[in-house]
């Protein structure tokens, strides 16, 4: 069982940048592939970036293309979310999530872990 626990999030205006960071303990990390995914008020959660199990292949949301970085430090049991730019409508809490998957996987059914998340939020 794969426990998910993110930090990093916090209040920050338009045009900054904030750290997420998403520890793993429990199980075998670098057979997971690795999600963030964002939730806003009323929408449903939806995916920001993925990372294969080595971190050689990633995607992204088209809309935090050139903003976003995903990265995944396999020794330390960590992915981390780079964001920059940030833009009002990023608001959202940002979740974690693993999967024990040869592919990279966009759909949050599709994960069997999840953290509690992070609450992001970016004022105009």
């Known amino acids: 069982q794969v426990q998910l626990v993110e930090s990093g999030g916090g209040l920050v205006q338009a045009g900054g940048s904030l750290r997420l960071s998403c520890a793993a303990s429990?199980?075998?990390?670098?057979?997971?592939?690795m999600g963030w995914f964002r939730q806003a008020p009323g929408n449903e959660r939806a995916v920001v970036a993925t990372?294969?199990?080595?971190?050689?292949?990633?995607s992204y949301a088209d809309s935090v293309k050139g903003r976003f970085t995903i990265s995944r430090d396999n020794a330390k049991n960590t992915v981390y979310l780079h964001m920059n730019s940030l833009k009002p409508e990023d608001t959202g809490v940002y979740y974690c999530?693993?999967?024990?998957?040869?592919?990279?996987?966009?759909?949050?059914?599709?994960?069997?872990?999840w953290g509690k998340g992070t609450q992001v939020t970016v004022s105009s």
């Open positions: 990372i294969s199990r080595s971190g050689g292949s990633t």
């Open positions: 429990g199980g075998p990390f670098k057979y997971y592939v």
């Open positions: 999530a693993a999967d024990n998957a040869l592919v990279l996987r966009t759909r949050p059914n599709e994960y069997d872990y």
